[in-house]
């Protein structure tokens, strides 16, 4: 739950009627006055990192070398593990070879054709009746006939003719048409067949870049500059499904590959050390980047609205009592996260500043996890016309005081700017000197007589 708290201001003169030492009077009147009024609002907060990235192992091996402790700081590039992986060398192999047996094989298109008919010989046979038909006809000796016959023969002759060179036209057309159509037929297929090698050598060569991209990650590097946390092997033989799925649908691609980095990672095993076996997606190393530490507190939907960028706030650890630290905000999400109770809260992410004692001695780093309180200054009013909070009375959506004027109650309606934890700023509604009631307002009724 979201708290504020306030300056109480230095202007303000309480003037207490009908007090006594034995019965404090049941209603208290005061001056409003004129002074600092700050509006807090609290909100847990957790510290974090600028960065962290936890580094994992990209196959099944060992451990061949660590380079670096726990607690060490390193710089961006610098190699910290180095992983034996004779798996994964033996998959980039195979992939290799998987690559080359998908090179794209020619496809010839088949020729078919119908074979022609060779008539010369019956040609000469029937061009040699023909002849002897002539000579035979030239014997006649009646004109008329002769000639008749002649004619006839010639025109025997010539339809003979006309009858071998369409057997032949017709051959022609149906070689074309048959050609035709096979190349079709043919082109289609080979155009099926190139985009299905097209298909396969482009899977190949992507299974051949995971599995170089896999067997360059057995080098594990800092990404960033950071402190080093090592983490813990679960010492399984089991790989993920990453690369071998591209390379069990290649020709001769029958085993597996190890899978990329996961995800997720163990939680408990042996320590990372040299010699210890490793599976895919252990945990290897953390690196946290504590360049720059931040804080991400959790603020009330009632109170998020008046969070703003560049709003400053006074930070107290519970691993560091008496101290306070610095902060800034610089990011309000907008994602809610339901409370326990019921309630929604919003993420604000600030930069933490240097921490101070009371006694002004420099207060430790903390440590990215450690828990916190931030109270973010939301509204403040230097000079600002202030009555005490215990003055002010709900009506509704109103906020009502009592002031007194001859002697009588009088209803004022008012508007609240910052609000403290023991004063309000009064925006309007009321004016420096006025007397109000400052105890007892819920008690109080329009008119009534307050000495």
């Given at each position: 739950?979201?708290?504020?708290?306030?300056?109480?201001?230095?202007?303000?003169?309480?003037?207490?009627?009908?007090?006594?030492?034995?019965?404090?009077?049941?209603?208290?009147?005061?001056?409003?006055?004129?002074?600092?009024?700050?509006?807090?609002?609290?909100?847990?907060?957790?510290?974090?990192?600028?960065?962290?990235?936890?580094?994992?192992?990209?196959?099944?091996?060992?451990?061949?070398?660590?380079?670096?402790?726990?607690?060490?700081?390193?710089?961006?590039?610098?190699?910290?593990?180095?992983?034996?992986?004779?798996?994964?060398?033996?998959?980039?192999?195979?992939?290799?070879?998987?690559?080359?047996?998908?090179?794209?094989?020619?496809?010839?298109?088949?020729?078919?054709?119908?074979?022609?008919?060779?008539?010369?010989?019956?040609?000469?046979?029937?061009?040699?009746?023909?002849?002897?038909?002539?000579?035979?006809?030239?014997?006649?000796?009646?004109?008329?006939?002769?000639?008749?016959?002649?004619?006839?023969?010639?025109?025997?002759?010539?339809?003979?003719?006309?009858?071998?060179?369409?057997?032949?036209?017709?051959?022609?057309?149906?070689?074309?048409?048959?050609?035709?159509?096979?190349?079709?037929?043919?082109?289609?297929?080979?155009?099926?067949?190139?985009?299905?090698?097209?298909?396969?050598?482009s899977q190949a060569k992507a299974a051949v870049k995971a599995a170089e991209s896999t067997v360059r990650s057995l080098t594990i590097k800092a990404p960033f500059g950071g402190v080093v946390?090592?983490?813990?092997?679960?010492?399984?033989?089991?790989?993920?499904?990453?690369?071998?799925?591209?390379?069990?649908?290649?020709?001769?691609?029958?085993?597996?590959?190890?899978?990329?980095?996961?995800?997720?990672?163990?939680?408990?095993?042996?320590?990372?050390?040299?010699?210890?076996?490793?599976?895919?997606?252990?945990?290897?190393?953390?690196?946290?980047?504590?360049?720059?530490?931040?804080?991400?507190?959790?603020?009330?939907?009632?109170?998020?609205?008046?969070?703003?960028?560049?709003?400053?706030?006074?930070?107290?650890?519970?691993?560091?009592?008496?101290?306070?630290?610095?902060?800034?905000?610089?990011?309000?999400?907008?994602?809610?996260?339901?409370?326990?109770?019921?309630?929604?809260?919003?993420?604000?992410?600030?930069?933490?500043?240097?921490?101070?004692?009371?006694?002004?001695?420099?207060?430790?780093?903390?440590?990215?996890?450690?828990?916190?309180?931030?109270?973010?200054?939301?509204?403040?009013?230097?000079?600002?016309?202030?009555?005490?909070?215990?003055?002010?009375?709900?009506?509704?959506?109103?906020?009502?005081?009592?002031?007194?004027?001859?002697?009588?109650?009088?209803?004022?309606?008012?508007?609240?700017?910052?609000?403290?934890?023991?004063?309000?700023?009064?925006?309007?509604?009321?004016?420096?000197?006025?007397?109000?009631?400052?105890?007892?307002?819920?008690?109080?009724?329009?008119?009534?007589?307050?000495?």
């Amino acid at each position: 739950m979201t708290l504020r708290r306030g300056i109480a201001p230095l202007l303000v003169l309480f003037v207490l009627t009908g007090c006594s030492s034995e019965s404090p009077p049941a209603v208290q009147v005061g001056e409003v006055g004129r002074g600092p009024v700050t509006e807090v609002v609290e909100a847990p907060a957790t510290i974090g990192a600028r960065a962290s990235a936890t580094l994992r192992s990209p196959a099944q091996g060992t451990v061949a070398k660590l380079y670096v402790r726990e607690g060490d700081r390193v710089r961006k590039g610098q190699i910290l593990v180095r992983i034996s992986s004779p798996q994964a060398q033996s998959q980039l192999r195979q992939a290799r070879q998987a690559s080359k047996a998908a090179t794209p094989a020619s496809f010839g298109t088949p020729e078919v054709r119908l074979p022609s008919f060779d008539t010369r010989a019956f040609d000469r046979k029937v061009a040699a009746h023909f002849a002897r038909a002539r000579k035979e006809a030239k014997k006649v000796e009646d004109p008329k006939t002769r000639w008749q016959l002649l004619n006839a023969i010639d025109l025997a002759q010539a339809q003979h003719k006309a009858q071998t060179r369409a057997l032949a036209s017709i051959t022609a057309q149906l070689n074309r048409s048959i050609s035709g159509l096979m190349a079709g037929v043919t082109g289609g297929l080979s155009r099926s067949m190139a985009s299905l090698q097209a298909a396969s050598k482009s899977q190949a060569k992507a299974a051949v870049k995971a599995a170089e991209s896999t067997v360059r990650s057995l080098t594990i590097k800092a990404p960033f500059g950071g402190v080093v946390t090592l983490g813990r092997a679960s010492g399984g033989g089991g790989a993920g499904s990453g690369v071998e799925g591209l390379l069990s649908r290649l020709p001769g691609g029958g085993q597996q590959l190890p899978s990329l980095p996961s995800t997720g990672g163990s939680t408990s095993g042996s320590p990372v050390v040299a010699g210890v076996p490793v599976s895919a997606g252990d945990s290897i190393v953390t690196v946290t980047d504590v360049s720059e530490l931040t804080l991400d507190a959790d603020v009330d939907e009632t109170d998020v609205l008046l969070v703003k960028k560049g709003v400053r706030a006074g930070v107290e650890l519970d691993a560091v009592p008496g101290a306070t630290y610095t902060a800034v905000v610089t990011g309000i999400g907008v994602t809610p996260m339901e409370g326990t109770t019921g309630g929604v809260s919003y993420p604000v992410r600030l930069t933490l500043g240097p921490g101070a004692f009371d006694d002004g001695s420099k207060a430790p780093t903390p440590k990215p996890g450690m828990s916190a309180v931030a109270r973010l200054t939301v509204r403040e009013s230097p000079s600002a016309v202030s009555a005490p909070a215990s003055a002010i009375v709900s009506s509704g959506r109103e906020s009502v005081v009592w002031a007194i004027r001859n002697g009588a109650a009088e209803r004022r309606v008012v508007k609240l700017g910052a609000q403290g934890d023991a004063v309000v700023e009064v925006l309007s509604g009321l004016s420096v000197g006025d007397r109000i009631v400052v105890k007892g307002a819920d008690s109080v009724r329009q008119g009534q007589r307050i000495p």
